[in-house]
């Protein structure tokens, strides 16, 4: 192998791993939420103590039935039925600038196990 086939494959070796680095450690935090910035807002039907739990690798925080979250690595609705499940149900849900409608928000709590019969449900 001569010094300039050597240099040349050296040279995309480095190449190779200075894109790879980019791609699996810079750019998924291009687009990560600022610290301390909620992504859900969430609204309880029933008033809980106040409680800071652990949901889908992000920690929720709740006051009287009002609980926030910064963004979760999970698809919204997952986020809204994994609430359910570990809180109860919900009332109101908010992703981002998006908020839930009636039927999103039926369906999440009866993913969710909630058990109460939705209005949407009644209204059928």
């Known amino acids: 192998m001569?010094?300039?086939?050597?240099?040349?494959?050296?040279?995309?070796?480095?190449c190779a791993?200075?894109?790879s680095f980019t791609l699996l450690f810079v750019a998924p935090q291009a687009h990560a939420v600022k610290p301390g910035v909620n992504f859900y807002t969430i609204e309880l039907t029933q008033n809980s103590v106040t409680t800071k739990q652990r949901i889908k690798g992000?920690?929720?925080t709740c006051t009287d039935g009002q609980?926030?979250?910064?963004?979760?690595?999970t698809a919204h609705k997952n986020m809204c039925i994994a609430?359910?499940?570990?809180?109860g149900?919900?009332?109101?849900f908010q992703a981002g600038g998006r908020e839930f409608?009636?039927?999103?928000?039926?369906?999440?709590?009866?993913?969710?196990?909630a058990g109460?019969?939705?209005?949407?449900?009644?209204a059928k």
């Open 2 to 14: 001569t010094l300039s086939r050597f240099s040349s494959r050296l040279g995309a070796l480095l």
């Open 17 to 19: 791993l200075f894109v």
């Open 58 to 60: 992000v920690f929720v």
């Open 67 to 73: 609980c926030a979250a910064p963004l979760a690595s």
């Open 83 to 87: 609430v359910v499940k570990e809180l």
């Open 89 to 92: 149900a919900v009332k109101s």
């Open 101 to 113: 409608d009636a039927q999103d928000i039926a369906s999440c709590n009866n993913k969710g196990g």
């Open 116 to 122: 109460a019969p939705s209005a949407v449900a009644a």
